[in-house]
């Protein structure tokens, strides 16, 4: 088993920026690829980010690509998501999950754990 804790979410004015942490607790860290998912509300859950095992490869979604960077310290067993030039529609919970994969994905019936997520607020 694997537990994921997400934190660093809350509210930001548009154009700003913030960074979430996930930490992560069980198994060993580094055998997992790991990715960042969001759900607005009334919508269904996205893709956003995911990165690999090392950290030499990173995937993102279209809709935040130069403005999200996803990372990993192995050591520290954390993912990080930072997110520059929030935009309204950049807000959701954000929930970081934890794939038995040797390269990022975006399909999230691949993630085999999920932590409880974060709630990022972006006001206009």
């Known amino acids: 088993q694997v537990q994921l804790v997400e934190s660093g979410g809350g509210l930001v004015q548009a154009g700003g920026s913030l960074t979430l942490s996930c930490a992560a607790s069980?198994?060993?860290?580094?055998?997992?690829?790991m990715g960042w998912f969001r759900q607005a509300p009334g919508k269904e859950r996205e893709f956003v980010a995911a990165i690999d095992w090392s950290g030499s490869s990173t995937y993102y979604a279209d809709s935040v690509k130069g403005r999200f960077t996803i990372s990993r310290d192995n050591a520290k067993n954390t993912v990080y998501l930072r997110m520059n030039s929030l935009k309204p529609e950049d807000t959701a919970v954000y929930y970081c999950a934890a794939a038995i994969l040797p390269l990022p994905t975006s399909r999230s019936a691949m993630y085999n754990y999920w932590g409880q997520g974060t709630q990022v607020t972006i006001s206009s």
């Open positions: 069980g198994r060993t860290f580094s055998n997992y690829a």
